[in-house]
């Protein structure tokens, strides 16, 4: 079983920026593909960015060029950067870990982009 924790959300201008966090409570980068989802209230959950075990990665088309998904294995950590944030970006951001026929959820972090 995988824990994670989301940290780093909050409120933020347009134009801003915000790093956010996913901690694991194991190191599992060797096996798991990591993703960041987010949801706003009354849509779908919906697919940010996701790196794999090799560390390739893939993007939204609404997020290519502004954020940028990352990873430090000796910290059991997952990043996302996000830059150009806009208020499209307003969601809960959730971190997921899969490796088939597993998956983890963290606990959400709330990202709102307003002035």
């Known amino acids: 079983q995988v824990q994670l924790v989301e940290s780093g959300g909050g409120l933020v201008q347009p134009g801003g920026s915000l790093r956010l966090s996913c901690a694991a409570s194991?190191?599992?980068?060797?096996?798991?593909?990591m993703g960041w989802y987010r949801q706003a209230p009354g849509l779908q959950r919906e697919l940010v960015a996701r790196?794999?075990?090799?560390?390739?990665?893939n993007y939204a088309d609404s997020v290519k060029g502004r954020f940028t998904i990352s990873r430090d294995t000796a910290k059991n950590t997952v990043y996302l950067q996000m830059n150009s944030l806009k208020p499209e970006d307003t969601a809960v951001y959730y971190c997921?870990?899969?490796?088939?026929?597993?998956?983890?959820w963290g606990q959400g972090t709330q990202v709102t982009v307003s002035s």
């Open positions: 997921k870990a899969v490796q088939p026929p597993y998956d983890y």
């Open positions: 194991r190191s599992i980068f060797s096996l798991y593909t």
């Open positions: 790196i794999g075990s090799t560390g390739s990665t």
